[in-house]
């Protein structure tokens, strides 16, 4: 009877103890849960608040942190070849021109009115392709070769000022990136300056100067290409219209020779 009062002690102890280990684990498994339940909270935070931010503030930062020496010189290589290439951009639309509905109104007014009512159209329109109708046609007076003359000389004065200002596009393309360029050597030298006077290679004592010096040579690229897009563009638009002088040019004579038959 003792002996089984004894197990029947045993048996209760080892289920106590049973439960008070169990009632720990349970414990220590609701706070890893709920450690783990606010670090996904705060890391859910951080991510809502680097969202927010949006790709504007980043950028904001990352230049302010670049330092204000070479970058407000990077700034205004952007700023003033943005100014240069939208100038451009208005004057090359400007100068576009519908260069088939001119020569048939210049072909018409040359039938209907002769020399003087086709110069007058020419004096309504816009363009350098009417500038040149209109030196070719003042001239047709004279002889054919001397209109040819004429529109071949006033051609080249149009050309030029359609590439007016377009060097310094090129100039501000060339020196954004370099600028870029000497900012990242300049912070390397920094940084290498601190190493030698201190003795030891610590990455926290350098970071700064290598982020200013990668900084710089981000945002000297990053005008160049915006500043080279604007540039193919221009260059682009340059070459249709001259390409439409010269047809029209040819043209012109063609219908001059034939009014004069």
Same mark, same amino acid.
Not at 43 to 61: H, I, R, S
Not at 136 to 154: F, H, N, Q, T
């Given at each position: 009877?003792? $002996?089984?009062?004894?197990?029947?002690?045993?048996?209760?102890?080892?289920?106590?103890?049973?439960?008070?280990?169990?009632?720990?684990?349970?414990?220590?498994?609701?706070?890893?849960?709920?450690?783990?339940?606010?670090?996904?909270?705060?890391?859910?935070?951080? &991510?809502?608040?680097?969202?927010?931010?949006?790709?504007?503030?980043?950028?904001?930062?990352?230049?302010?942190?670049?330092?204000?020496?070479?970058?407000?010189?990077?700034?205004?290589?952007?700023?003033?070849?943005?100014?240069?290439?939208?100038?451009?951009?208005?004057?090359? @639309?400007?100068?576009?021109? @519908?260069?088939?509905?001119?020569?048939?109104?210049?072909?018409?007014?040359?039938?209907?009115?002769?020399?003087?009512?086709?110069?007058?159209?020419?004096? @309504?329109? $816009?363009?350098?392709? *009417?500038?040149?109708?209109?030196?070719?046609?003042?001239?047709?007076?004279?002889?054919?070769?001397?209109?040819?003359? *004429?529109?071949?000389?006033?051609?080249?004065?149009?050309?030029?000022?359609?590439?007016?200002?377009?060097?310094?596009?090129?100039?501000?393309? &060339?020196?954004?990136?370099?600028?870029?360029?000497?900012?990242?050597?300049?912070?390397?030298?920094?940084?290498?300056? $601190?190493?030698?006077?201190?003795?030891?290679?610590?990455?926290?004592?350098?970071?700064?100067?290598?982020?200013?010096?990668?900084?710089?040579?981000?945002?000297?690229?990053?005008?160049?290409?915006?500043?080279?897009?604007?540039?193919?563009?221009?260059?682009?638009?340059?070459?249709?219209?001259?390409?439409?002088?010269?047809?029209?040019?040819?043209?012109?004579?063609?219908?001059?020779?034939?009014?004069? $038959?």
């Amino acid at each position: 009877m003792k $002996k089984l009062f004894s197990i029947l002690a045993m048996a209760g102890l080892f289920v106590l103890s049973t439960n008070t280990v169990s009632a720990k684990a349970n414990a220590i498994v609701s706070s890893l849960s709920s450690t783990v339940a606010t670090a996904t909270v705060m890391l859910q935070d951080e &991510a809502a608040v680097e969202a927010e931010k949006g790709f504007t503030q980043v950028l904001k930062e990352q230049f302010i942190q670049g330092g204000a020496g070479f970058m407000g010189i990077v700034l205004l290589c952007l700023i003033l070849g943005l100014a240069v290439a939208i100038e451009r951009i208005i004057y090359l @639309n400007m100068a576009s021109t @519908n260069t088939t509905k001119l020569k048939q109104k210049v072909e018409d007014a040359l039938a209907s009115g002769g020399i003087e009512a086709a110069k007058e159209v020419c004096r @309504n329109t $816009k363009g350098p392709v *009417a500038s040149i109708y209109y030196q070719g046609l003042d001239r047709a007076g004279e002889s054919i070769e001397s209109a040819e003359k *004429a529109v071949v000389a006033y051609g080249g004065v149009q050309m030029g000022q359609l590439e007016k200002n377009v060097s310094w596009l090129s100039l501000f393309i &060339a020196v954004a990136p370099m600028l870029g360029f000497m900012g990242t050597v300049i912070g390397m030298i920094q940084a290498f300056q $601190k190493i030698s006077a201190v003795g030891n290679l610590s990455a926290s004592l350098i970071a700064g100067d290598i982020q200013v010096a990668l900084l710089t040579t981000v945002f000297g690229l990053i005008t160049a290409i915006i500043l080279q897009i604007f540039y193919n563009y221009i260059i682009a638009k340059i070459d249709s219209i001259v390409n439409d002088m010269e047809d029209s040019s040819i043209v012109l004579i063609d219908m001059l020779v034939d009014h004069k $038959k």
